[in-house]
């Protein structure tokens, strides 16, 4: 079984019950979240031996994160118990023309509390096929991305594949230096990098020629000179991979992507997703999709469809985090994505 590595913060996410806005709330609903977490339970559930490396309060509420964890079979036997907090982000889903809300409560984490040391990455790396890593880590303090530093940094030395979600996050970038400063000696060491239409241009002032983001069509085919820059920016990069979200309204999205290889653009069938659940994780399903289909050793044409059929799933699915399995995303990619009934 392939052993999958991610490191990044996971947070108490209190969300109002249905579409109810901030104002109009008397409860919350409770569960926990974060990117890198969420492409562990993901790839967990596709039976890859996940680990989770992040710094949890050593009281009830880390308890009960590092719980919600274990159920879904991620491995948490390096996370950190360290520091006085969770960090929390609030989270209002959008409906129609009103689109969703985030609020983030999570200065002075246990995360980014955490200093260059704190992490025994050889230890962490024994026995690894592969390292995952966001730009929102980087993003969170000095230390976390220090830390982070170190993780790359040993995770090549002992020779572990890495992919990198650049997730621009520009209510986090508040520590001193810029997003690109920082990540480009971080990227310098991926094998794959993935983002959105808008992560490489917010990261790396990277932009796909001939096309307005704002507009709302996206057109697949411009994304290959993103993909192509990137490449030719970090040499390391074997392959890269663009999300595609077309958003019509807070409800309705089409979504789509494509993978890069240096001589080919490899894109996906695009969903009509009506009626959202919850968009929330959509990226990181795309990354846990795209990730297990790599070390499966599918084609370019494979990996990006069970990628963005993975993600398409989320939109479907309460919580962050992807609850569905291999078959269930190898039916959709393979067939019409109707959602009749299984009898």
């Known amino acids: 079984m392939a052993r ?6 996971i947070m108490l996410r209190l969300a109002p019950p249905g579409f109810q806005r901030f104002v109009q709330a008397r409860s919350f609903d409770v ?37 919600y964890l274990r159920q879904f079979g991620v491995d948490t036997s390096f996370v950190l ?11 209002e889903m959008g409906a129609m023309q009103r689109g969703s809300k985030v609020i983030y409560d999570r200065a002075n984490s ?24 966001t730009g929102i880590t980087p993003a969170i303090s000095a230390g976390a991305a220090e830390a982070l530093q170190e993780a790359v940094e040993t995770a090549a030395g002992m020779g572990v594949t890495m992919s990198c979600d650049l997730n621009y996050r520009s209510k986090l970038w508040k520590w001193g230096k810029q997003p690109g400063e920082v990540m480009a000696g971080l990227v310098e060491y991926a094998d794959y990098a993935i ?7 917010k990261v790396f002032g990277i932009r796909p020629e001939g096309v307005d983001v704002e507009a709302g069509e996206l057109d697949a085919g411009a994304y290959e000179s993103v993909c192509r820059q990137l490449m030719d920016r970090f040499g390391k990069l074997k392959k890269v991979g663009i999300t595609l979200r077309t958003s019509i309204s807070a409800s309705h999205n089409r979504w789509s992507g494509v993978l890069y290889d240096g001589e080919t653009l490899h894109r996906a069938k695009e969903y009509d997703v009506t009626h959202m659940v919850d968009r929330v994780g959509g990226g990181d399903s795309f990354c846990g999709g795209l990730i297990y289909s790599l070390l499966q050793g599918k084609t370019d044409q494979e990996a990006i469809e069970f990628a963005v059929a ?10 962050d985090f992807n609850l569905v399995g291999v078959a269930d995303v190898e ?13």
């Open 31 to 67: 569960i926990y979240g974060g990117g890198e977490a969420n492409v562990a339970v993901s790839l967990a559930n596709y039976g890859i031996d996940a680990r989770f490396v992040t710094a949890l309060p050593p009281h009830e509420i880390g308890d009960a994160c590092e719980n």
């Open 310 to 319: 993975a993600s398409c799933f989320k939109h479907s699915i309460y919580g």
């Open 195 to 201: 983002g959105n239409e808008e992560d490489a241009d």
């Open 331 to 343: 039916k959709l990619a393979g067939g019409p994505g109707t959602g009749r009934v299984q009898r």
């Open 110 to 133: 246990a995360l980014s509390e955490i200093q260059p040391g704190d992490v025994n990455w050889r230890a962490v790396f024994d026995g690894a096929d592969w390292f995952h890593w």
């Open 4 to 9: 999958v590595v991610t490191y990044g913060e």
């Open 81 to 91: 118990r360290q520091g006085e907090r969770l960090g929390i982000y609030f989270l």
